[in-house]
């Protein structure tokens, strides 16, 4: 049943890629029954199974983002939210960020790494230039015109709240929800509605971000200009294309 899920887990955690090492990184499906599936906590992406893995209830998970709690709250409550009230496996600490984001951005799959070609920009002071401008058609189809940027946020509740209130501004100035998320000294995620979906947004993420460190080492980068970023995302050949890459 969450077959789809592991293959997208474990293929981003391939150790060639460069997302993620030991327990980085976690990923989520909704299914159709207002449940969703998320990584359990200390395990590591490349060679996860079915056990790696929690069966939520997202309206329960949900509820926490309008909560003043603790950290020790938050754990308990998020594990009580569980469909198997007899399964063992812990929830990722970041299980409440995936709920609001599977929720409010009506994403299928989410895909959270921490790439270090991306990590090297996010830990810098140029993480606004990369994640606000774009440089390439390709990063603008895939990736969206802009990314959400959050400054570092302690994971958690505090950290789905603050992603939730930038995921709302990106709507409310684009009219739809973001496909990139960066989050400085921390990482990337990349929402999408099919594990091909996250694949191919978070290799888009990391080539950027690997084009955008060689132009930093050469000069200064060179942005496409806003309106040729929108012409683009809205040019009818590359929306077909888009849909193409996804499938
Ligand atoms: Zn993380």
């Known amino acids: 049943m969450i077959d789809s899920l592991i293959e997208l887990t474990r293929t981003l ?3 060639g890629n460069d997302y993620v ?8 499906y909704r299914d159709s029954e207002g449940t969703f599936w998320v990584k359990a906590s200390g395990h590591g992406m490349h060679e996860i199974g079915a056990s790696g893995f929690v069966h939520l209830q997202i309206q329960s998970v949900l509820a926490l983002l309008d909560q003043q709690i603790d950290n020790e709250t938050m754990h308990k409550a998020v594990a009580a939210a569980r469909v198997d009230p007899q ?9 409440t960020f995936h709920a ?3 929720h409010e951005c009506d994403a299928r799959y989410v895909g959270h790494t921490h790439p270090t070609a991306i990590n090297g920009i996010l830990c810098s002071n140029r993480a606004e230039a990369f994640a606000t401008q774009r ?3 390709d990063q603008v189809v895939l990736c969206g015109p802009e990314s959400v940027l959050l400054p570092y946020v302690d994971p958690g509740l505090p950290l789905a709240v603050a992603i939730r209130s930038g995921v709302r501004d990106y709507i409310a100035r684009h009219n739809e929800p973001p496909k990139t998320i960066l989050m400085e000294n921390h990482g990337l995620i990349a929402l999408g509605n099919s594990p091909a979906e996250v694949l191919k947004v978070t290799a888009m993420a990391v080539k950027a971000a690997r084009i955008f460190a060689a ?3 050469i000069g200064e980068p060179i942005f496409m200009k806003p309106e040729d970023v929108m012409h683009i995302y809205k040019r009818p050949d590359e929306i077909f294309r888009r849909k193409l890459f996804v499938e």
């Open 100 to 102: 609001m984001l599977l």
């Open 87 to 95: 399964a063992t496996a812990k929830p990722s600490v970041e299980a």
């Open 13 to 15: 955690g391939l150790p």
């Open 215 to 217: 132009a930093c080492a």
């Open 21 to 28: 090492i030991i327990g980085e990184g976690n990923t989520s």
């Open 135 to 137: 440089m390439f058609p």
